[in-house]
């Protein structure tokens, strides 16, 4: 058995990453808590995997900017987070199942980061690396995906 043919403890792993078409929103994992409680993991994929990928500044100030202004539009977000590829996003809700409603709350946020004049706590203060952003890049990455919203929904070709 090859390695690609063994199933993975890691849900993005047993993706066939050759086969989906960037950009898209997708549920990736269902986690139920002891108390009832369900957290959606969403894979938010922003450039197509092993082609294109996002700049490290420019990731970095989209995850403060989605982080920041996702909160405004929901308080079910327990995370935004970055893919190590640099390829997209990870994001996790919590009691919220309604699919529809996380593309409008993703496409409410980017919009906010193209109106953002400034990246919300990049200052050594707030931030482990405040040298490498990129407000310019967050933007550019925003109204790409923006751009490609009809899209959204369809994961593979």
């Known amino acids: 058995m090859s390695i690609s043919e063994k199933k993975m403890n890691?849900?993005?792993f047993n993706l066939d990453h050759t086969k989906v078409k960037a950009p898209f929103v997708r549920l990736a994992g269902v986690k139920e808590g002891v108390n009832g409680d369900v957290?959606?993991?969403y894979d938010?994929?922003?450039c197509q995997p092993n082609q294109e990928h996002?700049?490290?500044p420019a990731i970095h100030s989209l995850e403060h900017m989605m982080a920041e202004f996702s909160r405004n539009h929901s308080d079910k977000i327990v995370d935004i987070s970055p893919m190590g590829c640099q390829t997209g996003y990870y994001m996790a809700l919590i009691n919220h199942d309604d699919y529809e409603d996380v593309l409008d709350l993703l496409e409410k946020t980017l919009k906010d980061?193209?109106?953002?004049d400034e990246v919300p706590a990049c200052n050594e203060v707030q931030c482990g690396w405040a040298a490498s952003h990129s407000l310019e890049g967050a933007k550019e990455a925003a109204k790409k995906m923006l751009d490609k919203r009809a899209e959204w929904t369809t994961v593979f070709e």
């Open 10 to 12: 890691v849900e993005s």
């Open 39 to 41: 957290i959606r993991k």
């Open 44 to 46: 938010i994929r922003f």
């Open 54 to 56: 996002l700049e490290m």
């Open 113 to 116: 980061v193209l109106t953002a």
